[in-house]
């Protein structure tokens, strides 16, 4: 009996994503997939782009974070839709955590969208992008608890510069947060096996990535399902031996699952920033336990004080919730006290969110709009008192910067971020008179602080750079003192 040989015919194929570091490496793989069958992919910033790039398909890998991120995918997918209306696209997928989070509610109010594919489900991608092509009845395909599948390959068509790369250790979250939707539509924690992570950093670096930042919804998770212990700290060494890396930087700590051999683990390992992101979200006890988060003002303060005598020069990154359901203005006050007392790097402050499915959702009473802002405003202007004079501490000091680009103002400034800051989030090193080409490190005598940023003049000599490398022997000093 003979065997009908299927083709697959070739298409362009453009995507807009949307949301957080980890829905971008999604995208990557979502279209490394698509590249192998053949197709011309390409990312895009805007629906608007579809006209002069002539696509088949367009995806929009979407984000339901918070009330914010889903109105900007909806507003994006009617965008799409219209381009769609007018010839300038034949098909529009809408994927992420949006669809999988809202699929029958989305297919219901916008049927010119062709196909919404749920999360966890990427190596379904190219089927589905053939499928849509064929057939003319709208497809929905999502999964009641959506478990991840890691793409069996390194391949990935990047996006951003090419010496900076995210590399995704684990997918979804086992925490029960009040005010958080993330596992229902992002599943349970799913490590990435140890081998393929190491794989995936190695093609990478040879790609020419020099920084690798590590994502997850709780890095310090990572073995436990896999493996039946943390293997965090060991994956970290691991990766310090991958030979073209040079920065490697952790994302997305969880607190009570930080450990002593972590923190020794980020202090002593060559090429780890020492660069601590790590959500607290509140510090007023009594918002901790209606939140669910298994920590204490005093429990956080002990372990910053590790951290701190472990690497006395981290950079040391949080995020804090206001207008918590029930947050007064006395619990408010210990989160202010907590500021000042915690002296944090750098800080981001969210107004709470309502997330529908949520215990938080019911919680009385609710905190007004305006109280909510003013109350993110008192924050932040705290925050960015602590934050100037934390960067007035690195004025006549030496730090290693990564180059990445020039001051559009003035051309002899080039523009780059030390190990103290995470890409995309944190500030920025301006060196003057500076003439390196992006994606090169340059050592810069820091002569100004603003409250973000640094200001600095390239050393001739590179001798007295400030690296990690350099750093080790005082961490490990301090550690065993």
């Not at 969208?113 to 589905?128: C, H, N, S, W, Y």
């Not at 992570?197 to 930042?213: C, D, P, Y």
């Not at 215990?359 to 602590?386: C, D, F, N």
Request: with cysteine; glycine share 6%; proline share 5%.
């Amino acid at each position: 009996m003979s065997q009908t040989q299927i083709t697959v015919d070739k298409r362009t194929i453009g995507l807009i994503n949307l949301g957080c570091a980890k829905n971008q490496v999604d995208s990557e793989e979502m279209l490394g997939l698509l590249k192998e069958e053949g197709h011309t992919v390409r990312f895009i910033r805007s629906p608007k782009e579809l006209a002069s790039i002539a696509a088949d398909v367009v995806i929009i890998n979407t984000c339901a974070f918070i009330e914010s991120a889903r109105e900007e995918s909806i507003n994006t997918i009617l965008e799409a839709v219209a381009q769609k209306q007018q010839g300038n696209v034949k098909k529009v997928v809408v994927v992420g955590c949006l669809a999988q989070r809202y699929p029958q509610e989305l297919a219901e109010a916008i049927p010119e969208v062709d196909a919404f594919l749920g999360t966890g489900q990427i190596e379904r991608i190219p089927k589905i992008t053939q499928q849509v092509l064929i057939r003319p009845n709208q497809l929905v395909e999502t999964v009641s608890k959506p478990h991840h599948r890691w793409v069996n390959m390194p391949t990935r068509v990047r996006w951003g510069t090419p010496w900076s790369a995210y590399l995704k250790i684990s997918e979804g979250c086992d925490h029960a947060c009040t005010f958080c939707a993330i596992p229902s539509f992002r599943g349970r924690h799913v490590s990435k096996p140890f081998e393929k992570i190491i794989e995936e950093a190695s093609w990478l670096a040879a790609q020419g990535v020099r920084e690798l930042n590590l994502i997850a919804q709780d890095s310090t998770q990572y073995g436990y399902d896999l493996y039946q212990r943390p293997r965090l700290p060991e994956l970290l060494r691991a990766l310090s031996e991958v030979d073209e890396l040079h920065w490697i930087r952790l994302f997305y700590c969880y607190p009570s699952r930080v450990n002593d051999e972590l923190i020794e683990t980020l202090a002593t390992t060559s090429k780890i920033c020492h660069y601590i992101d790590m959500p607290l979200q509140h510090a007023d006890d009594a918002i901790l336990r209606k939140m669910r988060r298994p920590m204490s003002y005093q429990g956080y303060m002990e372990l910053l004080r590790k951290f701190r005598h472990a690497m006395p020069d981290a950079a040391i990154r949080t995020t804090f919730i206001v207008g918590f359901p029930g947050e007064t203005e006395a619990h408010f006050a210990t989160l202010e006290r907590f500021l000042e007392e915690a002296q944090f790097d750098r800080v981001g402050v969210f107004t709470y969110s309502l997330e529908e499915g949520t215990p938080a959702a019911t919680m009385r009473p609710k905190v007004s709009e305006r109280v909510k802002l003013q109350r993110r405003e008192r924050l932040m202007a705290l925050q960015q008192t602590i934050s100037y004079e934390r960067n007035r501490q690195w004025i006549g000091r030496t730090l290693e910067v990564l180059i990445e680009g020039r001051s559009p103002l003035d051309p002899t400034i080039a523009v780059g971020r030390s190990f103290r800051d995470g890409p995309e989030v944190d500030g920025k090193v301006y060196v003057k008179r500076c003439f390196a080409q992006p994606g090169t490190f340059v050592t810069a005598r820091i002569t100004e602080a603003r409250t973000y940023d640094l200001i600095g003049e390239p050393l001739e000599s590179p001798t007295t750079t400030l690296t990690h490398t350099s750093l080790l022997s005082t961490a490990k000093h301090s550690i065993a003192s």
